[in-house]
C-alpha cells in the first residue's frame, strides 16, 4: 500500500466514523424532539424545564445534520478515491449503496428545509431513516466479517 493511497484510506475512516457518529447524535437529538413533542401533548411537565424550546432543539437538529451530510459527503469521495476498483464489488456494494441512499436522504431534508421550510416530524422521521440506513451500512458490514 503506497503512502498516497494509505492517506486517502486514514482520511476515509476518519471522515466516515466522525459522520456516522455526528448523524447518530442527530438521530438521538431527533427522539429528544420527539420525546418533548411527546411530553408536551400529554401533559408530562415536570421535567420539561430542563429541554430548550422545540425551535432550539430543531435548529441544534439541522446543525448537526449538516455536520454529518459534510463528513458523509467526504467519506464518500473519500472512499470512491481510495478504493474505487472494489466500490462495486461484493464486499463493499451494500455499504455503497446504503450510504449513498442515506446521503440522498439528508440532501434532501436540507434542501427541503432550505427551499420549503420542512421541519418537525418529517425531519425527525427523516434523521433517523438516514441514521439507520448509516448505522446499517457500517455494523452490518462489520456483522458480515
Known sequence: MTSLHFSFFL???VTSLTALLILIVAGLQALLITL??????????SWLPYFPALERMEKWLFILVWLGFIGLSLGIVTGALFSFDELLSDYVLHKTILSVIAWCIFAGLLMGRHLRGWHGAFAVRATLIGMLLLMLAYFGSHALR
Not at 36 to 45: G, I, M, R, S, V
Open 36 to 45: 418533548q413533542k411527546y411530553a408536551l401533548k400529554h401533559k408530562f411537565l
Open 11 to 13: 482520511l476515509h475512516e
